[in-house]
């Protein structure tokens, strides 16, 4: 666990620091670089990092889990980390401030942070729904959606309508048309999603959702009768030609 302090500059590198208006891309550039000295950082760090900000004096507010892929360089001085965002804990990011025991310590194991006290757990910014013909959310996104309070006018949007959507494999542009109709709300049929990835579609089941993009085609009032809901399902079926180049099987 690391916690970072706002600076002009590192204290051990002498590189330029992090302040109240950086950005993530430039926290985590930040944080890929570390001393090379093994009384400062490990020689064999672990795969996750989980980074804090300081508040105040001994307070720390999370700001991301990083998954550490490798050092890629070492100039004797300075080490390059490869560190990707993860989505462990993220429902609590910039929500979460614990009791940082040690004020002049910024990095200590996980075993000693288990028994740091939470002081806060602050409530979520709520997101703005963008409007049923602008939502695009890849897996991830679509799995913060269904949990994080931070999108529950999203949640409440989504129960609202029935329709059909579309899920696009980004890695090779083959897409599947789907539909939700009678009981089924639009919001329920992608919390099935969320859940395994798949929904209980049999096309699905050996793709990977990982690179999975979802969006609508069209929604529905829920008092909509299901032939229409299935006559707009076809008809999108065969304008995408999903059945023969995509992954609709029928």
Known sequence: MIRHAYACEHEDSGLSGIHADSTD???LQYTSQQSAKPHIFPVVPPRTWIVFIRE???WARLW???ENHGEISNDGTLRTFDLVASEQLADLRNRLVIGWRSPRTWR???TTAAGYPVMEIADAKPEPFPGFDRLALDYAQLQAV?????YTSWRTALTSVTGVYLITDTRDGRQYVGKADGAESIHQRWEAYAANGHGG??????????????????VFDPATPTRQID??????KHALDTRRHGLNRN
């Open 146 to 150: 269904m949990r994080e309070h931070r």
């Open 25 to 27: 891309a430039e926290i």
């Open 201 to 218: 579609n049999v096309e699905l089941r050996n793709v990977n959702p990982a690179t999975f993009r979802f969006s609508l085609l069209r």
């Open 108 to 110: 200590i194991n996980a």
């Open 231 to 236: 006559a707009a399902e076809s008809h999108f």
């Open 56 to 58: 105040g004096s001994n």
């Open 64 to 66: 991301s889990v990083l």
